[in-house]
């Protein structure tokens, strides 16, 4: 079998970090775990021209969320040997699952391993943004001591109003998390939760269009689909409640990268956060790097250290089931058999 | 009756938002609240000088802990008719209380006004040490995207081991936000809690010797009295486990200053944040704002817009019930009747 895989170059901090088991230098331990087993592995950080040559007669392609490899219908057209496309992390929005299914190619992804990564990473942007962190820190380097200017945006989380966009294992662990901090928790998923789940998380449910105008912070957490592309578009950023805040730890395209902008220069948004882009990696010249008001991070929110042990762990557990012929671990699957199989990409979000 | 109030200079910033009380343009709201009764108003930001001239005839006398006056036993000697000195705000150390006590002069502060505010400030920080926030964000800022650089110090706060030194209000209040985290909750404080507080918090008490080298991370919420001045010196900055966190919203005494610095600059902590510093304002070349891994807010975390209302009520509270020969709240007295009653800072905080 011939095993590509696409990672981020890791450079210094992987060389002198063996942790960083999601770094290209470090290929998630797959070195060490396909070593005497008979296997090719090709170890890429390029993502186009280089991965193209390997197509033809690549077996199996292992890709992250973080550095993202393209798997586009082209490419797979060109990948006539390719069974196994495997994700290193969480959102195969990266992968033509329709093409997928189409060249009965199965994909899965490491289901569960930084979900409570994001929710953490959700939670601390949230209130980073409601108690103006950055500019207050950005006093402290600039030799500044000016109290009424930074506090002048600076709120309590308490008693705020925050929605939930997309309740599944994310958005489920984001609440968990903000509940103690006392605020009205709001919830909209294509799925409502049960009477239960609702009771023990402290949420409610609301259509989509109803929960935006209410919350003071909404946090993202839904899968990136045909239904969320742009669910954030500039109608939906303009219905949200002035001077509110947004965070996106789920993926860059879910709201529209222009208007977001715009909301925020008008001032109709009062900040933004998170950690995802479109593309990525995002070019020196992305808008949202210079927008106001912001506290974005290059996308890390799901691989902390801990997080990329749990997914190099998936992989190999994916792979050596796979050689010995077994299915996958179900709860990681996304297209199997010739068809979309997991409820997250198969089911549509509507608002 | 003379009451003097010195307050952070607001500028542009309170002169645009009425809701900044707590700057020196909005004066608490003592100005409305003090209009046709008679009284002196005297609002400054100079807290050395002008103050200096107006305490031979001040009767009252407020301060905050963010822009504090220093009410030393030299000012209080100065001030022959020095009834009242209220903190707008929590923590009064910046007064010489023995000082007042021995002029039979009442000291309160408003209790309980912002402990919600620096306990998510608390939390906010120790998130955004272990998650490497701030490095990540100015990789975005710097139009690059180094996953590898970014994550080699990121982490899940997640099953790490937390300690809370000092379990009052807030100290309190951040337990209960950190333990939907995850976290292995320590903690030690003079006075230990009940056996159902611990139960109820999932908090476990050590010594503090003993509690520092278990810790991957330790926030600080203890009062400065002359038990916890100095209390992080060299000795148990270096007895903390290599590369743990260290968070102190409390106050900036009850760290040495250059055993800080040494420790992050050999990396023995791995980063250091809080909003604390001394003397405040901090200078702009304060070793704090230039040490490596550092996420520092000037003194901003209790003093949200909703603090500020919180407190700016609990000080016309206090005036009202002064003027009106009522006692003040009990639990904002620290000084009253010759004798330093608050419990925090008449107790010994020990090791």
């Known amino acids: 079998m011939k095993i590509v895989v696409v990672l981020y170059p890791g450079g210094k901090a992987a060389t002198s970090n063996p942790k960083l088991l999601g770094a290209a230098e470090n290929a998630l331990g797959l070195p060490a775990f396909l070593k005497g087993k008979g296997h090719k592995l090709v170890v890429l950080t390029d993502k186009e021209a280089k991965l193209d040559k390997h197509l033809p007669d690549t077996d199996v392609l292992v890709t992250t969320p973080f550095w993202p490899a393209y798997v586009t219908k082209e490419r797979i057209a060109q990948a006539p040997n390719l069974k196994l496309v495997l994700t290193a992390g969480v959102g195969s929005d990266h992968i033509d699952l329709a093409a997928a299914a189409a060249h009965n190619i199965t994909v899965a992804e490491i289901t569960g391993c930084n979900v409570v990564s994001v929710a953490e990473h959700a939670v601390m942007q949230i209130l980073a943004l409601c108690r103006n962190f950055i500019p207050s820190y950005k006093q402290v380097l600039e030799g500044r001591w000016d109290i009424a200017e930074a506090v002048s945006r600076a709120h309590d989380l308490e008693g705020k109003t925050v929605g939930i966009v997309g309740m599944g294992r994310i958005g489920q662990r984001s609440a968990i998390r903000l509940r103690p901090f006392d605020v009205n928790l709001l919830y909209y998923d294509f799925r409502r939760l049960t009477t239960v789940e609702e009771e023990v998380l402290g949420v409610r449910y609301h259509l989509l269009d109803d929960l935006i105008p209410r919350c003071d912070a909404i946090t993202i957490h839904c899968p990136l689909t045909p239904e969320t ?123």
């Open 229 to 351: 592309d742009g669910l954030f578009n500039r109608d939906r950023l303009f219905a949200m409640k002035r001077g509110s805040w947004l965070v996106n730890t789920a993926r860059g395209r879910i709201v529209d990268t222009l208007a977001l902008v715009e909301a925020l220069k008008k001032g109709r948004l009062g900040g933004y956060a998170g950690d995802v882009w479109y593309p990525q990696p995002a070019p020196p010249d992305h808008p949202w790097r210079t927008m106001p008001n912001h506290a974005m991070t290059p996308h890390v929110s799901g691989t902390t250290l801990e997080a990329q042990k749990r997914y190099a762990d998936g992989i190999q557990d994916c792979l050596a089931r796979f050689f010995a012929g077994k299915p996958l671990e179900r709860d990681y699957l996304i297209v199997d058999g010739g068809k979309v199989v997991s409820p997250s990409y198969s089911y549509a979000f509507k608002g």
